[in-house]
């Protein structure tokens, strides 16, 4: 028997919220047996909402529903195996008339119906399902997964806020998406507690997907009978309709929300992360609706799932590029000790620590924020035997490591990666303290408050930034950086062991010599694959063209295909002009100005190679982004020796769009600022100026040589590739966009935000539009002439009347539903990226031009 108690601080994580003896007001449930003969249970308000009087335990489904229906409803009991995946009857007509959703589900050896009343509503949630996994399904970045998702699920469910929230390590987590009502303050980038999601919760998130509250008010109907409820709670861990624990609707009420939905992001089994729905006055979700938002959050995290493990698999790519490199300088290498020992730089570019260290032979070789030597035999005693050839790692090694001397001030984090079987030669990975300042949405500890309940766990009244600093812990180490170790693993015990074979008898080691070249040949044709693979399957902008694309790979193929051959040859080089101009070469046309000035300079095969990857990137990034994008822009190359003879380059763009710095760093920016430095002991830097991106990049004199002193200036006019002027300034554009179909105003709302136009008003109606106006006063506006019931003629009317510009959108090829009297621009749906920003840009110019 259940005994009743209160849920308080001590024992909030440990509420039974799976029996909660309760369900939500706005269905109602009936309990049965298995086979479906006899009502168990049933919520106290199934007699009124089903118009069934006298409803009671033991009644017969036929005489409370008729022959027919109780036939459907034990038909679903039998085909629903899946207690996650309930039977769906929709639209099932009771005797009295009325209609009605209903779920059925099997648990706990007996069968549970879940009845909603059918709401007004076309809603069909396989079609409204599949077009949101459209718009979704060809997207390869993460971040812009995250980012249209937000705005698609709102566009769909009507939400006034919509985040996607990651789970760390630790249990807390971080709102990394967000879209919501104009008016409402962002939580995106704040931190929650773990606390917040007691681990009672997360378990029914994993089985039951979709969360759903309609009212936070927290009204509740009984499950009746009520002594049997309480000797046998009946287990709603995959009920739709089951009540909500009374802390977390007092948490909801605490921050102004109304009603909630979450769908659960799953990534191979565990719980990722949720796409939480806040709305700030009751709202029930229809069944049609709920089951479109399950299917588009499962497909989400399929998708999410791929794109995760395709950036570990583009990783692992970039560090076995990088370790075939050192293979092919440790076969021409004599001492492999001594060789690791100088190499340690080049493997802390492979995964991001602080400092590195080399247990080998008994000698201790470290760089960067490393224990002494004393220190590192302490690490090889505490756990040289406890890994027994294993990778380990920790990321607080005061309290993973209790007999290290090793202060959490200098080292916290430590992976260590073992060279052999047998031995204890280790290379390590050191991180140091990160002390992380996190915006956590109020206080992480708990807090009490004395209610009408007691002393309870309350949410925090407000979202004032909360700073909380973590010591004594370095950065975790993830699932990346470990598979990443696992990589350099294998690669360096095949080193160690090829070179323990040579000092070995040749004839006793055939076998292990032959299994190593096999594993070698296996080695390169995977990295031959994967780079293949990551050229043709890179991300592409979904509003490139398809000729453009071809373009920019052919470019990518040709450079890498010159450095290979530069590598290949081992000798010659080439002239930095030459190499300039073949790069260049595809801009030259029109009034585009491209300027090369400097001596003549041979680099060396090696610098030859490097360089022709850099300028590359430099050039592509110029003409899609910077001086070269734009009608009149231009691009100055300067070069000159040293004084030590180093060769020295200035790059400068000017005349193209105002320049920032980006908010992330892709492969071709690691390329541009580390490649230098790293191959070949040089330096770059890039400078992000508002008038023109400035680089500098310096190649040591020992791969430079000079032919001529003589300067030669070289100029080209370029044409601006069609552009007719630069992307308009519309980060402070008012505009209202009258569209009635949801997911097309969620469309172009999503291309104004990529072109940075936020400021969106959206109306589906004549009506609706017309009172946002009486408020509002756009820059201008966007109208669907044909709105379904009737046209946005009456809008227009309104903006002419208050001088507002606007455009039309029409599915039509001519003006035919467009009055005459009206010459105001016309744009073809579906909407083109280009063109409508290209509109808008005419639009916004001539309304300056006739101010």
Known sequence: MREAQTVDLTNCDREPIQIPGSIQAHGCLIACDHAGAEVRRFSANA???????????????????????????????ATAGDPARPALRHGMELPDGNRFDVAVHVHDAGAIMEFEPVTATNDQPLEVARMLIS?????????????????????????????????EEDGSGQVISEHKRRDL???????????????????????????????????????????????????????????????????????????????????????????????YSPKTLSMPQRIAAETFGEFFSLHLAALLQKQVVEKNREVRVALDRFLQVASHHADIRDLLRTSLGEFGEMLACDGMGLWLGGVWTSTGAAPSAEQAVELVELRGEASAGRTWWTDQISADLPGSTISPADICGVLAIPLSQRSRDYLYFFRRELVQTLNWAGNPEKSYESGPLGDRLTPRKSFA??????????????????????????????????????????????????????????????????????????????????????????????????????????????????????????????????????????????????????????????????????????LSVRWQKGEAGECEIWWSENGGPAVTAPVRTGFGSVLIGRSISYELGGHSRIDYAPTGLQGYFCIPSKHVQAESENEEAQSVEAAADGHEQGQPDLSDVELLLVEDQMLIAADVEMILAEHGLQKVTTAPSAAEALRRLEKLTPHLAILDVNLGSGTSLPVAQELLSRNIPFMFATGYSDRSTIPEHLDVPVLRKPYESSVLIRAIGRVLAGRQGNA
């Open 185 to 279: 303050e962002s939580f995106k980038g704040q931190y929650f507690p773990a606390s917040d999601i007691p681990k009672q919760a997360r378990v029914l998130y994993l089985k039951n997907t979709i969360r759903v509250i309609s009212d936070a008010r927290d009204v509740r109907v009984a499950i009746l009978p009520e002594q049997e409820e309480r000797e046998h709670p009946l287990d709603l861990s995959f009920a739709h309709l089951r009540s909500v624990s009374s802390v977390h609707c007092e948490y909801l009420r605490n921050m102004g929300v109304a009603a909630s939905m979450s769908i659960s992001i799953v990534v191979d089994g565990d719980l990722w992360g949720l796409i939480a729905c806040h709305h």
């Open 135 to 167: 718009r979704i399904r060809n997207i390869r970045n993460v971040e812009q997964l995250l980012e249209r998702s937000s705005r698609l699920i709102h566009a769909l469910l009507g939400y006034d806020r919509v985040m996607i929230y990651r789970f």
């Open 465 to 634: 930034i909360w700073k909380e600093a973590v010591h004594n812990r370095a950065q975790p180490w993830s699932e990346a950086d470990r598979e990443v170790a696992e990589v350099i693993r294998g690669v360096l015990v095949e080193i160690v062991l090829h070179h323990n074979e040579l000092m070995a008898d040749e004839r006793g080691k055939a076998d292990v010599r032959q299994r190593m070249l096999n594993e070698e040949l296996n080695h390169r044709v995977k990295n031959i694959l994967s780079v293949i693979k990551s050229l043709i399957g890179r991300p592409v902008d979904t509003q490139q063209g398809l000729d453009t694309y071809i373009a920019s790979l052919k470019g990518r193929v040709q450079a890498l295909s010159l450095a290979h051959d530069q590598i290949v040859r081992s000798g010659d080089g080439g002239f930095l002009r030459d190499l300039l101009q073949a790069e260049l070469q595809p801009y030259q046309a029109g009034d585009r100005q491209i300027l090369l000035q400097g001596p003549s300079v041979w680099l060396d095969a090696r610098s030859f190679s490097v360089m022709a990857l850099v300028l590359h990137e430099m050039a592509t990034n110029a003409a899609k982004y910077g001086g070269l994008s734009l009608s009149g822009g231009n």
């Open 47 to 77: 007699a009124e909402m089903l118009a069934i009087p006298g409803l009671t335990a033991g009644a017969r489904l036929e005489e409370i529903f008729g022959r027919e229906l109780a036939h459907t409803l034990r038909n679903a009991i």
